[in-house]
């Protein structure tokens, strides 16, 4: 079992709509979890932490549910620059030392 | 205030020659980070290190792969006798304390073509 999984999509929304990713992870001894966005093989940029009690910013809303280890990202009003892949980013603990541990991507594709 | 800057951008090399790409971090930042991205696939950790030491090197391959952090100068990733499944995007990232306690930055690559 891979240690961070998303579903790859694509996505194909239109403008305006509300999109959710999902994603999973296998070490229930994560602490810390982000989403960044990548854009054509450009490199990851930071979107947002991830928290327990939720958190929001702007048109984006992450969540973390740690009973069932899943982490989830919903936009708001989908704009066309939110066109990107979104990559689920867990903490791996173990080893030497911590690392960020990145799914493979959920490319997201807003039509006009 | 310059990110972490990643040289060359794009680099071509043949079967069996030496691939060197370089990493300066962020001014302040005494943690790199290497990842690379293969066609299709998510990034993978390769190496972490802070000046003059390897900290985890546990996502690097057995052989041909090198890393080095000089007290002067930027990061060094070294892939010896390259092959063609060489070939992906290699990111560096920056960070002026370990992970988790503050966000990774990441330099704008190095795209390696193995002919």
């Known amino acids: 079992r891979k240690e961070v999984e998303q579903d790859p999509g694509p996505f194909n929304v239109p403008e305006g709509a509300t999109v959710a990713f999902n994603c999973t992870y296998s070490n229930s001894a994560s602490q810390s979890f982000f989403w960044y966005r990548q854009d054509c093989r450009k490199e990851p940029k930071l979107l947002m932490s991830v928290y327990s009690s939720g958190n929001e910013d702007g048109r984006f809303t992450a969540q973390l549910n740690r009973a069932s280890q899943y982490i989830s990202l919903l936009i708001r009003d989908s704009k066309l620059s939110d066109s990107a892949t979104y990559l689920c980013?867990?903490?791996?603990?173990?080893?030497?030392?911590?690392?960020?541990?990145f799914g493979t991507g959920t490319l997201l594709a807003v039509q006009p | 205030n310059a990110g972490v800057m990643q040289n060359p951008r794009h680099l071509v090399r043949r079967r069996g020659q030496e691939a060197r790409l370089r990493c300066s971090p962020m001014k302040g930042h005494s943690h790199v980070y290497w990842y690379r991205q293969l066609p299709e696939e998510g990034l993978k950790f390769m190496v972490y290190l802070q000046k003059e030491n390897i900290i985890d090197e546990s996502g690097m391959p057995k052989e041909r792969f090198s890393a080095e952090f000089p007290k002067e100068g930027p990061s060094i990733l070294r892939i010896q006798q390259v092959v063609r499944g060489d070939s992906a995007a290699y990111f560096c990232?920056?960070?002026?304390?370990?992970?988790?306690?503050?966000?990774?930055?990441f330099g704008s690559g190095t795209q390696l073509s193995v002919l």
């Open positions: 980013v867990v903490v791996g603990y173990g080893g030497a030392t911590n690392k960020l541990i």
């Open positions: 990232a920056s960070s002026p304390k370990t992970v988790p306690n503050e966000k990774l930055f």
